[in-house]
């Protein structure tokens, strides 16, 4: 085999290995976001998982369930889009700031 295709396997299995260490890293780190002035907070994992929501009794009323539904929303699109920002960032200091198709 080529020398210079053993160590491009090498590399890759090496970058492979890196990548597995950080994805599993990710599970554990989190991320938190809130709506309505921290009325709702969530707190998604890098896998992304969400991991816990707080709801303040306060916004909660019976009448307009719409505006919680809201919040609750919000607050979790807020916390998804930062825990991809974080995977990102994080798989962009291994590989760089090359964006590979299929990895993330």
């Known amino acids: 085999m080529n020398p210079n295709i053993k160590e491009m396997m090498r590399q890759a299995q090496m970058l ?5 260490k950080i994805q599993e890293e990710l ?3 989190t991320v938190e976001a809130s709506a309505g002035g921290g009325m709702v907070k969530v707190v ?3 896998r ?3 991991k816990s929501i707080e709801i303040d009794k306060e916004v909660v ?14 607050a979790i699109n807020e916390a998804l889009n930062l825990s991809s920002q974080m ?5 962009a200091k291994l590989t760089g700031g090359l964006k590979i198709p299929g990895i993330f």
């Open 16 to 20: 492979q290995n890196k990548m597995t």
């Open 48 to 50: 992304p998982e969400i």
């Open 27 to 29: 599970k554990e780190r």
């Open 61 to 74: 009323d019976p009448d307009d369930i719409e505006m919680l539904q809201d919040l609750i929303m919000a």
């Open 87 to 91: 995977t990102e960032q994080e798989m």
């Open 44 to 46: 998604v994992s890098g």
